[in-house]
């Protein structure tokens, strides 16, 4: 079992930065591909961004060129620099991570308010 605990969700104003944080509660999974989704009210959840252990990464074309995904091994986490935001980026941010089997761990959620 791994724990998925997101951090750094808020208000901002648009045009400002925020940084989440995905803590993972276990070593061992630097291999596995990890990301953000996201789900706004009355809507899907959607991928905002992935990065795999070796540290590619994919986003929605949403986001790219404002965000950026990155990882630390070392302390099992990922962030989510998250930069010139906009009104339509409010959602409620998850973490998740890939397993190679059984079903993907997802993070409780944080809030990103961005108020125009």
């Known amino acids: 079992q791994v724990q998925l605990a997101e951090s750094g969700g808020g208000l901002v104003q648009a045009g400002g930065s925020l940084r989440l944080s995905c803590a993972a509660s276990?070593?061992?999974?630097?291999?596995?591909?990890m990301g953000w989704y996201r789900q706004a009210p009355g809507k899907q959840r959607e991928l905002v961004a992935t990065?795999?252990?070796?540290?590619?990464?994919n986003y929605a074309d949403s986001v790219k060129g404002r965000f950026t995904i990155s990882r630390d091994n070392a302390k099992n986490t990922i962030y989510l620099q998250m930069s010139s935001l906009k009104p339509e980026d409010t959602a409620v941010y998850y973490c998740?991570?890939?397993?190679?089997?059984?079903?993907?761990?997802w993070g409780q959620g944080t809030q990103v308010t961005v108020s125009s």
């Open positions: 998740t991570l890939k397993v190679f089997v059984g079903n993907d761990y």
């Open positions: 990065i795999t252990g070796g540290g590619w990464t």
């Open positions: 276990r070593k061992g999974i630097s291999s596995n591909v």
